[in-house]
């Protein structure tokens, strides 16, 4: 699976802070949880990356 492969999974994603001072995605899919902690430069690169995407895909759909 790449992605550009689209799957029919419906999917919670909840992003904050822990008491740990990180930054965590939670990911819950079909029962399954995934949590991934970030530092918070982590997190402000993938913000970016986030935003950068955003912005090609925009430019695709334009």
Do not use: Y
Request: charged content about 30%; glycine content about 10%.
């Amino acid at each position: 699976m790449g992605i550009n492969s689209e799957r029919d999974i419906e999917a919670n994603l909840q992003i904050g802070p822990t008491d740990q001072g990180m930054v965590r995605l939670f990911v819950l899919a079909d029962g399954i949880e995934i949590p991934m902690d970030f530092s918070p430069e982590e997190a402000d690169e993938i913000a970016e990356e986030i935003k950068l995407a955003a912005k090609g895909a925009r430019k695709l759909k334009g």
